[in-house]
Nanobody
Framework: VQLVESGGGSVQPGESLTLSCAVT????????MSWFRQAPGKEREAVAA???????TYTDSVKGRFTTGKDMAKNILYLRMNNLKVEDTAMYFC????????????WGQGTQVTVS
């Protein structure tokens, strides 16, 4: 199983970024696919999740700004981030597990997002 994130970068407040997570070795339909982030000196935070039934969950601070989804043909999970804020600066990780945000079995290496 391999999860590889990409799409991070440095942007100004109000701009947008789309993160991608290329997934190999597992089927989306068997796992909850989640996004987490961790800023320096802070605990890891759950950001968004797409459960096996397609239901979506977002942490309050990103509701209305972030959208997660998947490209089934390419086996890619994405995170579209609009109206980025300085406080969104963090390393972003995708993860797969049997229970959204609670239990994750597989992690990517992360991609850095800097908003300043």
């Amino acid at each position: 199983v391999q999860l590889v994130e990409s799409g991070g970068g440095s942007v100004q407040p109000g701009e947008s970024l789309t993160l991608s997570c290329a997934v190999t070795g597992l089927m989306f339909g068997h796992y909850c696919m989640s996004w987490f982030r961790q800023a320096p000196g802070k605990e890891r935070e759950a950001v968004a999740a797409r459960d096996r039934d397609g239901s979506l969950t977002y942490t309050d601070s990103v509701k209305g700004r972030f959208t997660t989804g998947k490209d089934m043909a390419k086996n890619i999970l994405y995170l579209r981030m609009n109206n980025l804020k300085v406080e969104d600066t963090a390393m972003y990780f995708c993860a797969a597990g049997p229970q959204c945000w609670v239990r994750t079995d597989y992690w990517g290496q992360g991609t850095q997002v800097t908003v300043s």
